[in-house]
């Protein structure tokens, strides 16, 4: 990614990610690998998008990827996607949220844009599992809205300089750890 | 190319010696030092002989050189029986002086009726692309096959074999038949000469049909004569096979001069001489032209049929073998375990139901609630333009990791073209499944899983699969009950297989139900409960064989129960409508071959349908006379305790039970007393689902029911089997509808009719 605006402003944090279980390294050539899910040390994570998303695929081992924004259509999050799009499959899948008590709008280009106000697709969004999710950072909401994503993404990107960054990022990576 | 045990086709027939003959450099070489090959003589035609039967529409040929090998033979005429074989080359000729190509024919014969013969005189198998024509006089028929397909000559007709692969590839046919009773004649041939003359003239194939067999027919030759034009970007045997059996135009040209052109299969059916139902075989005669097969016995009734641990008269010796037993079985397990290439999962896990049905309420959903508690998504996907909406899935009763999406909604549909789940279950009708799974391929979806039956069509499966070659990602699995219920034989195989004496002797199954039809059900089960219920039988079959084995298949009896009512689902009995079309039972009897690796093929009887007694057990007994038995049902009211019901349980032979056996009068049979040794209970239908979501949460060896499903081959086998039965029910006389009507008599002499069907 050469974009220099979302090199400082992607701020990749591990969420939570398959384990690799012990002695799993001395398994058969012919056994199945993991599917999904790496081990990365925070800080140690590569922050270019393209990087990251190439790392999910590996993990994943071509199974399409799932990618939630939240706070659609803020700026970041339409920087965000602007940047994400040229990396996405056909078959991958992008979910936008607007921020809790926004209706949604903007054009969802491509991604399913969920109106959380309605019970059947607020259902939708608590069944998701992600592989990366976006949070803009700008809301106190973002917080209470990224615990409850403990265990279902492997990944989360906040704007480095957003105001609740770190607060997402702490929360995320203790619980993951506590996984 | 081996086609018979120590038969031998040369790949390069321009260079070979002869025909056929002993040594490496002939186009056919019999080696006669392998099993009953010495019993074969060869028999080469030459032009000379021939030369009698050169009349007519043939006169405008030169007849080649009377020294000339015209076609080659090789009988066999020995018990063990063995096919014959036979080998054509196109003749390179002149006609008034320029040059062509006759395709080479056997010139033709008429087969002469012998008393008590069996009226599929000969089975024909074609190994490279071939015609031959049957029938009589202005009725023939032009069956077109090629390499693998098998042709019936029926006895009372003419039969003509020719070669269609042109001068390249001579044509190479296997035959069997009992040469006692397979008599036949030239003499109308040398009368009026061969029935069809066909010749290449530059890039046209020039098909003659000779008056002398038909009156009707114009004086003129070349109104009895249909060119066919051979250009294109395909060899000529291609074209020529594809125009023959795909272009209406042609065939509307061959019924004028009065013959049919036939599309040959590997399937052909042998009609009995006596009443009695057609048995169909389509595996290879090199599988099936040995003792013990139903092929073999229909030539040869007189000759025992081998056993396992006894020698099988064609220099085999069947020997039972338990080891073999279980290393094939696990590998299998194996196979279908791994075939996911999914790792453990440590996250939550994604389910989607395609089909929330009635099914998915009291399968699925019970395994969910299992499960939630280690984190579930699960999304029921419906269209309600199909069903509505179940009372079960409204937004009210869902549990909070549920969701319902309904495909006809385009809010819905959008949700749902995007979902990306970590495993699909099909649980949709029938005939929809293999186009739900292609789409879930070109979705990329890791893992799908079918319920049986796995489709209804097998056209459908062929284009899963062709979906699958563009897009070789998805992981696809057969799913049913019993077999996934039944996964103590895989655990107990080694234990099963040396109760069994390490061979299997027979298999017996019954599925019946007592209750009626389902009205709710009637539309989809409409073409019968034999394609409904049989499935579980060929979902057990690969614990202890292959299922690409299964073959020689016979329908013994078809029908309907009657009173013929339905049950509304309010208690009332109300007529089927209209629209249910099929059986209600059948009894269907086939065989198929053992992990023993012996090659006696193993026979399998099986009873399924409504309106008889509630029976649901499948028995497999051993060559030494044990056998185990998987009852899937409950004790009844009244129901003896002591048998073992929902379970496992292991046989002592009849006169032979173990110490500490109990006996147990069998409920389903009085006249038979069970020695029970041991056994095992089964595990709910429920728990063994959620054993197949718990699979995606273990490492691939610690799967447990992954094993126990059906790889995408297997379950074309399955599919193929059933449209197999399914087609021989239909052409039993009268139709399904209208034989063996069950009420008032016996199916056999325990599967009754239930009382209070209406």
Known sequence: MNNPILNTLVQPIRTRGTLTRSGAEEESAEAPRLTRGSVRARGALPANLSTIVRDLREAAQGIPLTFVLHGWDSPPARTFIEALRPLLWPEDAVWLTPHPGTPPSGDAGGGVLLDLSRSAEKRVYNNLVADLIFFCGLEASDVATAAAWMGRAQLAIVPADSPFAERIGDLLLTETLRL | MEIISGVQVNRLPGHARRLIGYEPDDFVRIDRSTGGNAGYRINERKFAELRDFW????????????????????????????????????????RRGVPVTIAASSMGHDHLFVSGAPPSQEVYEFHSQGALLTGRNAALDLWIAKPGDKVVAPADSHMTLYNLGGADQPLVTLDFADWTRNLSSKDRIRATGPAMLLYYDGDTACFTINRKFNQDLPMDPARRTICVRLTGRSGREELLYDRLTGDFELAGQFLALGVRLRKASPEVRLVPAESGPPVSVSLPLRRLARPGTALYDYYFPDLAAPIAGLAAGDGRMASPNADSMVAKEAVAAQRRASVAGYGPLTRRLTVLVEGPGD???????????????????????????????????????????????DKADPRNLAIYQKLIPD?????????????????????????????????????HVDNLIAVLGRHPFTAILGLDHYQLRARHIHDRMPEIAAHLGGALSSVEFYMTESKPLDLARVKSLQFGLTLDMLPHLFALIPYFGDLSSVDEIRVLEAGRYEPFLADDGRGNRVPVPPVFRGETFSKVEFTFEDYSGSGVRVPCTATVGKGLVDRKYFEVRGVNGNSIRLDFGSCPERGNPSYGWNGLMFFSSPGRGASGAAEVADPFDPSRTLSI???????????????????????????????????LPEAREVVLSLDRIWKAIQDVPGGPARVGHVSGRELDSSAVPAAGIG
């Open chain 2, 359 to 405: 099914w998915a309420r009291k399968a699925y959903r019970p395994a969910f609630e299992r499960l939630a508690s280690r984190g579930l998504s699960v999304f029921y996907a419906n269209d309600s333009t199909w069903s509505k909406r179940p009372s079960w899935a409204e937004e009210s009763e869902l549990r909070p990791w549920e969701t319902y999406l």
């Open chain 2, 55 to 94: 009349s007519g529409d043939w006169q405008d040929f030169r007849l080649p050189d009377l020294g000339r090998v015209a076609y080659s033979g090789a009988g066999h005429a020995a018990h063990p029986k063995q096919a014959n074989i036979t080998v054509l080359a196109d003749w390179s000729t002149e």
């Open chain 2, 423 to 459: 495993i699909v279950f099909i649980v949709t009708p029938d005939c929809t499944h293999s186009a739900v799974a292609s789409s879930w391929v070109t979705r990329r979806g890791p893992l799908c899983c079918v319920e049986k039956p796995f489709d209804s069509e097998l056209g």
């Open chain 2, 677 to 711: 040794e041991r056994f095992v209970p089964m595990e709910t239908t429920p728990a063994v689902y959620a054993r197949l979501l718990e699979d995606l949460l273990c490492a691939w060896e610690g799967r447990e029911a992954m094993g126990r499903t059906l790889l």
